[in-house]
């Protein structure tokens, strides 16, 4: 069990990622809670639908319990960031003393969450901007091939050549805060638009109007990382937000899968961040708050 990667969640990404992994040979532990991607994972494998549109299918472990893989060494946090605390408790249980999790999360605040309960030494912090869209439970439609970055860590080694050697582009980087204030602008500029509009992210760079509103939410959310002093990583936030949206151009943003579906969003961990951080430098974010407020009186 201790070769095992384990992926905590049963999303698109973590589908995605374990669909992947499990193709170049690594064995895969999914923890989840969800009852129907558990019993499909079970019964069928994990499914990966290729950008041809041929499925393929993959035997993974799938689990409810973090008692059934105690002694872990290296994990993949996947889920939600409000589902962030639970996740913390139970990577708490069964990852090893010298074991690191790895966050690759949309929002602020996982790595802090996770910290609180792993410490320090035992959790990375990364970002990815690879498309997913669930299509089903266990099964998976791989978008835009995006970047892993993460920071350095000693324990890193075996989940790195794993990763590599299930084709992701893997970028090991000194400062993952520049990465996840990267990766809040392209989220915050693409993820909402595609939920209240309900179109793929292609579609947001074909309408004027939300081509705008992208542009606001992107260049909103970069002031707040200067005064913040985080140091980008690019020069140009609306350029980056527009051109993760054309080669995500067909892929369901993941908040807009959660609408779809009735299900919460990372809106608060999103934008609502964003608004908060503003307001410690007295910055106004009319787009963000604006987004944030209707995104979440879609699901309340």
Same mark, same amino acid.
């Given at each position: 069990m201790n070769n095992n990667i384990l992926?905590? *969640?049963?999303?698109?990404?973590?589908?995605?990622?374990?669909?992947?992994?499990?193709?170049?040979?690594?064995?895969?532990?999914?923890?989840?809670?969800? $009852?129907? !991607?558990?019993d499909a994972l079970r019964k069928d494998g994990v499914r990966l639908v290729d950008a041809n549109g041929n499925e393929h299918h993959f035997?993974?472990?799938?689990?409810?319990?973090?008692?059934?893989?105690?002694?872990?060494?290296?994990?993949l946090v996947l889920v939600k960031a409000w589902q962030t605390a639970r996740a913390a408790e139970q990577l708490k249980e069964?990852?090893?003393?010298? *074991?690191?999790?790895?966050?690759?999360? @949309? !929002?602020?605040? @996982? /790595?802090?969450?996770?910290?609180?309960?792993? !410490? &320090? =030494?035992r959790v990375a912090l990364g970002s990815t901007t690879t498309g997913a869209t669930l299509l089903g439970p266990g099964l998976?439609?791989?978008?835009?091939?995006?970047?892993?970055?993460?920071?350095?860590?000693?324990?890193?080694?075996?989940?790195?050549?794993?990763?590599? =050697?299930? $084709?992701? @582009?893997?970028?090991?980087v000194e400062?993952?805060?520049?990465?996840?204030?990267? $990766? &809040?602008?392209?989220?915050a500029a693409i993820n909402p638009l595609t939920a209240l509009l309900r179109v793929p992210n292609g579609k947001l760079l074909e309408r004027p109007s939300a081509r705008e509103m992208m542009g606001a939410l992107a260049s909103e959310t970069a002031q707040v990382a200067e005064a913040e002093k985080i140091h980008l990583p690019f020069s140009d936030p609306i350029a980056a937000a527009e051109e993760?949206? &054309?080669?995500?151009?067909? @892929?369901? =943003?993941?908040?807009?899968?959660?609408?779809? /579906?009735?299900?919460?969003?990372?809106i608060d961990a999103i934008c609502g961040e964003v608004v908060k951080a503003a307001q410690k430098h007295n910055i106004d974010t009319p787009a963000n708050w604006s987004c944030w407020k209707l995104v979440k009186a879609i699901v309340e």
């Open positions: 992926i905590v *969640g049963t999303g698109a990404l973590a589908t995605l990622f374990a669909a992947r992994l499990a193709q170049a040979g690594s064995q895969i532990t999914m923890l989840g809670t969800w $009852k129907a !991607g558990l035997d993974v472990q799938a689990i409810d319990d973090p008692g059934e893989c105690r002694g872990i060494n290296h994990a069964c990852l090893a003393e010298d *074991g690191l999790a790895v966050t690759l999360q @949309n !929002g602020l605040g @996982n /790595r802090e969450t996770l910290i609180q309960n792993l !410490g &320090l =030494s998976v439609r791989e978008g835009g091939e995006g970047i892993i970055s993460i920071e350095q860590n000693q324990a890193l080694g075996p989940l790195e050549e794993a990763l590599r =050697s299930a $084709k992701f @582009n893997v970028n090991l400062d993952a805060q520049s990465l996840i204030w990267g $990766k &809040l602008v392209i989220n993760v949206a &054309l080669k995500t151009a067909a @892929n369901h =943003s993941s908040m807009l899968q959660d609408v779809l /579906r009735g299900a919460p969003t990372e």
